[in-house]
């Protein structure tokens, strides 16, 4: 039967409200509680075994931090740093209580939280009791004469153990045991009945098969995209044209400017099939920008039809899994095929969820102006520089 952890009210609203990351707690049987919030891809790399280390900051270093690893990509995991999660220690300064009793522990809960704030799987798993090797690397620290320093950026690559004690998970594959089922209420409410997968639940096996991974990226897309703008009224999933084909997976509409991206998830490593997805989200979203120009009344939704013709901007985006990393070497055959100002923004689900995010908290009364400021600014520069492709991509939160 599929496990079920449900947080303290307290921590829940804290994941809750987290756009990617992780979060702890004790819960009622000492189990120290590991809480991973993360977008499709990364979900699936951590049910298929990628091995996850949390790295406990060296107390020289402040602010009091945690940095997590998913190794979802054998030369660039994705981290995310997180501050004072708990009061201090007060043995071991410079550490998390929770910290401490996280190194004494020989198992972890973990419990993995999807952008819709889903709980889609949870388990124990094993790891060793690393307490007294950390009391001799803390001797040892405590003894140096390293100055105490502060980062901010939460960037500590490549690491060492002078940045930080090292806690390694033991992961395994558990993408063929069951999963909880969920109530996807929330979707519901915004995107109307049976909206996950044309069901009115949510099952991670569902997506964990070759052919149903992108739509689980596209639900994450979507969960995110809906922080900033409204469904069906500002942000537009799987959009129709009047001959039942579908326009790109998202568009955002705001004042005179659209936004329109398409979602591509890329199972293998070999060049042949990355060029290929590549190219075809490059074809969807020129079509479409096309269609938003010259013949808005091919889209089925009428409204939206109307608004279009004040339409003077479009940003073109392609977003990918977080285990794709696209370089100008690896894009070469896709980028020769096309003129500069056809090739859209690339990015990761993750980075872009990032970028949101980012924006929102430097000015959330602004938000949806300023997403679409940033972006267009971003595509002007890349077009008056000598890069052949924009690809942006970060590792962190």
């Known amino acids: 039967m599929a496990g079920f952890y449900f947080?303290?009210?307290?921590?829940?609203?804290?994941?809750?409200d987290l756009v990617q990351g992780f979060y702890f707690e004790i819960d009622?049987?000492?189990?120290?509680?590991?809480?991973?919030?993360?977008?499709?891809?990364?979900?699936?790399?951590?049910?298929?075994?990628?091995?996850?280390?949390?790295?406990?900051?060296?107390?020289?270093?402040?602010?009091?931090?945690?940095?997590?690893y998913i190794h979802d990509h054998p030369v660039s995991p994705l981290w995310t740093t997180w501050y004072e999660f708990s009061n201090e220690d007060t043995k071991f300064k410079g550490f998390d209580r929770i910290a401490i009793k996280l190194l004494e522990a020989t198992e972890v809960r973990v419990v993995y939280f999807n952008e819709m704030n889903i709980s889609v799987f949870t388990k124990i798993l094993k790891k060793k009791n690393h307490f007294e090797?950390?009391?001799?690397?803390?001797?040892?620290?405590?003894?140096?004469?390293?100055?105490f320093e502060t980062i901010y950026d939460g960037y500590f690559l490549p690491e060492n153990p002078s940045k930080g004690f090292s806690i390694q998970i033991e992961n395994e594959d558990y993408s063929k045991e069951e999963k909880i089922i969920i109530s996807s209420y929330t979707e519901t409410l915004n995107w109307g009945e049976k909206s996950i997968n044309d069901k009115e639940y949510y099952n991670l096996n569902d997506f964990l098969e070759d052919g149903k991974h992108g739509y689980n990226q596209e639900l994450s897309i979507r969960a995110n995209l809906t922080r900033y703008f409204l469904p069906n009224q500002e942000l537009f999933h799987s959009l129709l044209k009047t001959d039942n084909t579908e326009l790109t997976d998202f568009l955002i509409e705001y004042r005179n400017a659209v936004i329109i991206i398409e979602s591509k998830y890329i199972l293998s490593n070999k060049q042949r099939q990355l060029n290929s997805a590549l190219v075809k989200a490059v074809d969807q979203l020129n079509?479409?920008?096309?269609?938003?120009?010259?013949?808005?009344?091919?889209?089925?939704?009428?409204?939206?039809?109307?608004?279009?013709?004040?339409?003077?901007?479009?940003?073109?985006i392609c977003l990918h899994n977080?285990?794709?990393?696209?370089?100008?070497?690896?894009?070469?055959?896709?980028?020769?095929?096309?003129?500069?100002?056809?090739?859209?923004?690339?990015?990761?689900?993750?980075?872009?969820?990032?970028?949101?995010a980012k924006i929102y908290l430097l000015n959330n009364e602004k938000v949806k102006f300023n997403i679409f400021k940033n972006l267009i600014t971003l595509y002007e520069n890349h077009l008056e520089s000598n890069d052949k492709i924009l690809a942006i991509s970060s590792t962190y939160f």
């Open 287 to 316: 079509n479409a920008e096309q269609i938003i120009f010259t013949q808005t009344s091919s889209i089925q939704n009428i409204e939206l039809n109307d608004r279009l013709q004040n339409c003077e901007i479009v940003i073109k």
């Open 322 to 356: 977080d285990n794709v990393i696209l370089t100008e070497k690896s894009t070469r055959n896709v980028v020769e095929k096309y003129n500069k100002n056809d090739l859209p923004i690339f990015m990761s689900v993750a980075t872009f969820s990032q970028l949101l």
């Open 28 to 68: 009622k049987n000492d189990t120290v509680v590991l809480l991973l919030k993360f977008e499709a891809s990364v979900i699936t790399s951590l049910i298929k075994g990628a091995n996850i280390e949390l790295i406990l900051r060296n107390p020289k270093i402040s602010p009091r931090t945690i940095t997590l």
């Open 133 to 147: 090797e950390f009391k001799i690397w803390y001797d040892n620290i405590e003894s140096s004469k390293t100055k």
């Open 7 to 16: 947080p303290s009210s307290g921590i829940l609203q804290k994941v809750f």
